[in-house]
């Protein structure tokens, strides 16, 4: 499937996507997902997720902000994701900070994400490197976290996305790199979360690798669009509105190369 036919799928049908992510990133992510086409609910209490999960059509987990509920909830999702065939999306944020947090990423791991989808840093040290990264941004160049990313994909038999300054997806067969965007994405917190939750989004209509392929090529274009802006505060609302801006035939798999 076509990015721009993922995304005209993702419009027609706005797919519920069931998101867990961190408290940094609950607004920007649900705005994200809005302005693109999908229908985003922030649901993490550990008493109602078991319900909630099999009413969307996606899940994604960040554990950007963690705490014991927070992991209890995750793990009830992510199981209710794999009993009801629901593509489930992990975001590992800055997993390899603290003991709590790999130990967390390890156990959300062994639920069997569709889609994994982290910075170089983190996905570098979720195949078993040693990376740069201190926090939830990267020190790592994408470049560098490609074959560990396909080995991390084979073994847990998903997709995996590393994101930067161009964007790697694999399957741990086929690899495709996205080129496009802004410098300025970095410096505004929390897209890295917001893209997460359209992965959900396009999964919830496409298979995983497309989905994710679609979700990269849909912030490529917008984050360009919005790449005039003075800073980035304004190019956060030219973000957003250039995400619900762009049509299925600005989808163009020119940005897309494979390996
Ligand atoms: N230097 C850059 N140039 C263009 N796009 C970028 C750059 N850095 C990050 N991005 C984009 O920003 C989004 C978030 O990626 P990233 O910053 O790697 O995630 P995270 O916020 O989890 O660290 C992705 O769409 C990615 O392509
Ligand atoms: C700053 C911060 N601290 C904990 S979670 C978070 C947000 C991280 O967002 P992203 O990984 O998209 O930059
Ligand atoms: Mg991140």
């Known amino acids: 499937m076509t990015p721009g036919t993922a995304l005209r799928q993702m419009r027609e049908t706005t797919p519920l996507v069931h998101c867990i992510t961190n408290y940094v990133a609950m607004t920007i992510a649900a705005n994200v997902t809005l302005a693109a086409g999908a229908s985003p609910a922030m649901v993490h209490a550990p008493e109602e997720v078991g319900d909630f999960t099999p009413l969307s059509k996606a ?6 902000t963690l705490s014991a509920p927070w992991v209890l909830a995750m793990r009830l999702s992510a199981q ?15 997993h390899f900070a603290t ?22 840093s983190e996905i570098i040290a979720l195949s078993g490197g040693a990376g740069a990264g201190k926090g939830a941004d990267s020190g790592d160049a994408v470049a560098d976290a490609q074959d560990g990313a396909a080995d991390l994909a084979r073994r847990c038999g998903c997709v ?6 161009t964007d790697f997806v694999t399957d741990g067969r086929r690899r495709a790199m ?16 917001s893209l997460t939750a359209l992965i959900g989004g396009y999964a919830a209509v496409a298979p995983p690798f497309e989905a994710s392929v679609a979700a990269l090529v849909h912030f490529a274009e917008a984050g360009e669009r919005a790449s005039g802006a003075a800073g980035p505060g304004s190019f956060q609302v030219a973000f957003l509105d250039a995400l619900h801006r762009i049509q299925p035939e600005d989808l163009g798999e020119d940005r897309l190369t494979w390996l």
Do not use: F
């Open 99 to 120: 003991p709590y947090r790999t130990a967390v990423a390890q156990g959300l791991l062994a639920l069997e994400p569709t889609i994994i989808r982290g910075n170089a």
């Open 59 to 64: 899940l994604t987990i960040n554990i950007g």
């Open 80 to 94: 209710a994701a794999r009993t009801h065939d629901i593509p489930w999306v992990l975001d590992p944020v800055a």
């Open 178 to 193: 996205v080129r496009g965007g802004s410098d300025l994405m970095p410096k505004v917190t929390a897209l890295g979360c």
């Open 160 to 165: 995996v996305v590393v994101t930067g300054a």
